[in-house]
C-alpha cells in the first residue's frame, strides 16, 4: 500500500507565506506526477500546481502564478508547494495526489489534507 502525507499548513496573515511538503510512503512510487489540490466547504476540489517527475514540466491554476511554487525532491517521492503572498481566498485545505506509472491515468494516491488558514 501507497501514501502521502501532508504537512506545513497553519494559520497566516495575508501576505504571508507558508511552505507544504507532501511525502509518500509504502510499496515503491513509479510516479508520472504529483500536484497539490485544494478545496473550501461547499466547493469542488480545483487543482492548484503539478509537476511531472520526468522532466520537471510544471502545472500552475491562474490563480496563484507568480505566487506559489511546486518542486519535487530529487530522490524522495516528495513534493512541496512554496506560497507566498497569501491572501484569504487561500484559504483551504490543501491535498497531496500522486499519479502512478500503470495507474488510473488519473491521480491515484490522496493524502488526508492539511489546513491552510489565511487571516489576521
Known amino acids: 500500500q501507497r501514501q502521502v502525507v501532508e504537512s506545513g499548513g497553519g494559520l497566516v496573515e495575508p501576505g504571508g507565506s507558508l511552505r507544504l511538503s507532501c511525502e509518500g510512503s509504502?510499496?515503491?512510487?513509479?510516479?508520472?506526477?504529483m500536484g497539490w489540490f485544494r478545496q473550501t466547504p461547499g466547493k469542488d476540489r480545483e487543482i492548484v500546481a503539478s509537476?511531472?517527475?520526468?522532466?520537471?514540466?510544471?502545472y500552475y491554476a491562474d490563480f496563484v502564478k507568480g505566487r506559489f511554487t511546486i518542486s519535487r525532491h530529487k530522490i524522495k517521492p516528495a513534493v512541496y508547494l512554496q506560497m507566498n503572498s497569501l491572501n484569504p481566498e487561500d484559504t483551504a485545505v490543501y491535498f497531496c495526489?500522486?499519479?502512478?506509472?500503470?495507474?488510473?491515468?488519473?491521480?491515484?494516491?490522496w493524502g488526508q489534507g492539511t489546513q491552510v488558514t489565511v487571516s489576521s
Open positions: 509537476i511531472r517527475w520526468s522532466g520537471g514540466s510544471t
Open positions: 509504502g510499496r515503491p512510487f513509479s510516479l508520472v506526477s
Open positions: 495526489a500522486a499519479a502512478l506509472v500503470g495507474g488510473t491515468g488519473s491521480y491515484d494516491v
